[in-house]
């Protein structure tokens, strides 16, 4: 069973998500950089995700089309990695290409991945910053939260 505790840090436009799954730490590294991975599990429920583009390398890009279960279109999200030491740290920049649901297009955030591994198992912690508004960065935090059930949900 995978444990979430999630807070908001330094000014509140910033998210932080420490989760622990039942995994490698290089299972759960290569499900952020694997296009066909990260498809399975990005997004809430009521999306089906389509890799557009995911080069992870430092300098590459990604761009992640949000489709709707019901066939309408829905957001693109996208950035460039800045940083990636597998299976210990990934650094990526995000931002809604699109008009997102909640109206957060067009900000850019970024996210810094760390992987600990605690005997077998994978402590990871998302810390995304800094939001335009409290109401993105708890939007954000809903969509991860049920982004990383589904994770875990693919791990097991």
Known sequence: MASTAAKPASADLTLLITRTFNAPRERVF???????????????????PEVKEMSAKAGGRYRIHMRRDDGADGPMVGGQYREIVRPERLVFTWMWE??????HEGHETTIT????DIGGKTEMTLRQEIFDSKDS??????????????????LA
Request: proline share 6%; hydrophobic share 35%.
């Open 30 to 48: 290569d499900a952020w950089t694997d296009p066909k991975q990260i498809a399975k599990w990005i997004g809430p429920r009521t999306v089906r």
């Open 98 to 103: 699109s008009a997102h649901p909640m109206g």
């Open 113 to 116: 991945l760390t992987f600990r």
């Open 137 to 154: 960065r708890d939007s954000h935090n809903q969509g991860w939260t049920a982004s990383f059930d589904k994770l875990a949900e693919m």
